[in-house]
């Protein structure tokens, strides 16, 4: 497994605002995931990313909205742009421990709420 | 494409009940299967999972099978303690190397003292 920190781990915005959401891994790893958990819903993918190349973004997910940074193997950020309300959710990142490896371990989230 | 279902909720149960959760899944190939645990306040933890049909996850009292004919992943636990009061999420995999997880909605377990 692999230990994993998000910063903050909670923030208040005011509408059209950006937040910038770190994720930092206690070991390499090759893929990073983002994911969105909206209030009382399950988790949904927003992106891959994979060190040294493009993140990849789900259907319903933009760069322009949802930057990703992967400037090494223990680290990623995602930035929420030009945020609004229905933006408020808990933000996950998640590694996969090896190439080939099926099984992703979560950090601890970050709650965001947009005001 | 991949879809992960699971039965409907919240769930309360007396301490030391028996406990299923149910969760069925509609996937090409052969995915991976997992539970997923969210206790209140924290992030997701992974409980238990099964690569290949008719293997069983175990941990901390859970169980579940991974059942190809029926396409299902069952969670079960004999005794249940208030310190399982969470919300259990099932999940599966693609095959490969993408790793892509498609969770179900997730159930919120409540066991009472």
């Known amino acids: 497994s692999a230990v994993i920190s998000q910063k903050p781990s909670r923030d208040i915005c005011q509408r059209g605002t950006s937040l910038t959401i770190q994720c930092q891994v206690d070991?390499?790893?090759?893929?990073m995931f983002w994911y969105r958990q909206q209030p009382g819903q399950s988790l949904t993918l927003i992106a891959t990313?994979?060190?040294?190349?493009?993140?990849?973004?789900e259907s319903g997910f933009v760069i322009d909205k949802f930057p990703i940074s992967r400037p090494n193997l223990t680290f990623s950020t995602l930035t929420v742009s030009n945020m609004s309300p229905e933006d408020s959710s808990i933000y996950l990142c998640?590694?996969?421990?090896?190439?080939?490896?099926?099984?992703?371990?979560f950090g601890p989230g970050t709650r965001l709420t947009v005001l | 494409g991949n879809s992960v279902t699971q039965m409907e909720g919240p769930v309360t149960l007396s301490e030391e009940a028996f406990l299923t959760i149910n969760c069925t899944y509609t996937?090409?190939?052969?995915?991976?299967l997992f539970w997923y645990v969210q206790y209140p306040g924290e992030g997701l933890q992974l409980l238990l999972k099964?690569?290949?049909?008719?293997d069983k996850g175990s941990n901390k009292g859970f169980e579940a099978t991974y059942r190809k004919e029926t396409t299902s992943f069952h969670l079960e636990k004999g005794s249940v303690q208030v310190s399982d009061s969470a919300v259990y999420f099932c999940?599966?995999?693609?095959?490969?190397?993408?790793?892509?997880?498609?969770f179900g909605k997730g159930i919120t377990l409540s066991v009472r003292p």
């Open positions: 998640s590694v996969a421990t090896g190439t080939y490896t099926d099984t992703q371990y």
């Open positions: 070991s390499q790893v090759t893929m």
């Open positions: 990313a994979n060190q040294g190349s493009e993140a990849t973004y």
């Open positions: 996937a090409t190939g052969y995915p991976s």
């Open positions: 099964a690569t290949k049909a008719d």
């Open positions: 999940a599966l995999s693609d095959a490969g190397a993408n790793s892509k997880l498609t």
